[in-house]
């Protein structure tokens, strides 16, 4: 992989432009096609409801609309629903939007979501008051979509891109409430041949930073104040993935097997 050849990035930007030129006398017969695929399908849709801290959260598609709905209630069975986050709302007045992956702060007090009116993966990063209905804007664009959250829900962890390439590549993390120029680098990958992607603990509580190739991974979790902690260091082939339950860490691993074991 060469994703910081800026080379390779305009030949593949060229490729794509030259694939839309090619296709563009079949934009009615793409439209006809989607239609009557859209058609089969049901006109409301309803997810079912996982648990995340103390609510329950689903999403809605509703008939007439072109984005889902995001909602939670206090218990399974779904009565008085909160707006989590509406992305017909969000992308109101765009010929493109996108939504990349939201976060909930363990709190529950708060979203965090990246989002793309543009295509092409460069995402921005918002934060909604779920209960005040208040958007927080950060400034912050250019990033990756992978955001996570720290365990007191004051801090939001995020992965901004190179430039020219659009290579995940830096560990931030922004203070809630703060704006672009607040944020602070925690870790930066310089092998250009690995991406970075961060996440929420299964657990709810912390984050885990991952460095992956096509064949090799390495992890660290995230504590308090952006600490990160290494659990193996990358070795070529060996990949790895955790799960942290009940004070607990699991890794799943191919370390000196063909296949994975726990």
Same mark, same amino acid.
């Given at each position: 992989s060469h994703t910081d050849d800026l080379d390779v990035a305009d030949y593949v930007n060229a490729e794509r432009a030259y694939f839309e030129r090619s296709i563009q006398h079949l934009a009615a017969l793409r439209a006809t096609l989607a239609n009557e695929m859209n058609a089969r399908l049901a006109t409301s849709q309803?997810?079912?409801?996982?648990?995340?801290?103390?609510?329950?959260?689903?999403?809605?598609?509703?008939? /007439?609309?072109?984005y889902p709905i995001f909602l939670r209630t206090v218990t399974e069975i779904i009565s008085n629903p909160q707006v989590v986050l509406d992305l017909n709302e969000r992308g109101q007045g765009h010929e493109y939007y996108a939504l990349g992956s939201f976060a909930i702060s363990p709190d529950g007090q708060y979203v965090a979501f990246t989002e793309d009116f543009l295509g092409g993966g460069n995402y921005q990063l918002v934060v909604r008051d779920i209960n005040k209905n208040d958007l927080i804007s950060t400034g912050i664009r250019h990033v990756s979509n992978s955001?996570?959250?720290?365990?007191?829900?004051?801090?939001?962890?995020?992965? /901004?891109?190179?430039?020219? &390439? /659009?290579?995940?590549?830096?560990?931030?993390?922004?203070?809630?409430?703060?704006?672009?120029?607040?944020?602070?680098?925690?870790? &930066?990958? &310089?092998?250009?041949?690995?991406?970075?992607?961060?996440?929420?603990?299964?657990?709810?509580?912390?984050?885990?930073?991952?460095?992956?190739?096509?064949?090799?991974?390495e992890i660290h979790l995230i504590i308090d104040d /952006?600490?990160?902690?290494?659990?193996?260091?990358?070795?070529?082939?060996?990949?790895?993935?955790?799960?942290?339950?009940?004070?607990?860490?699991?890794?799943?691993?191919?370390?000196q097997s063909g296949g994975f074991g726990l």
């Open positions: 309803r997810s079912t409801p996982i648990r995340i801290g103390d609510a329950f959260y689903y999403r809605e598609i509703n008939e /007439g609309t072109q955001i996570a959250w720290s365990a007191d829900s004051q801090n939001i962890y995020y992965v /901004g891109r190179a430039e020219g &390439t /659009g290579r995940p590549f830096q560990l931030k993390i922004l203070q809630l409430g703060k704006h672009a120029a607040d944020a602070n680098i925690l870790f &930066t990958e &310089t092998d250009q041949h690995f991406h970075l992607a961060v996440d929420q603990a299964k657990n709810g509580h912390g984050a885990i930073l991952r460095s992956l190739s096509s064949d090799t991974s /952006g600490i990160l902690q290494l659990v193996a260091p990358r070795s070529p082939g060996h990949r790895y993935s955790i799960r942290c339950l009940a004070g607990q860490l699991f890794m799943l691993t191919n370390f």
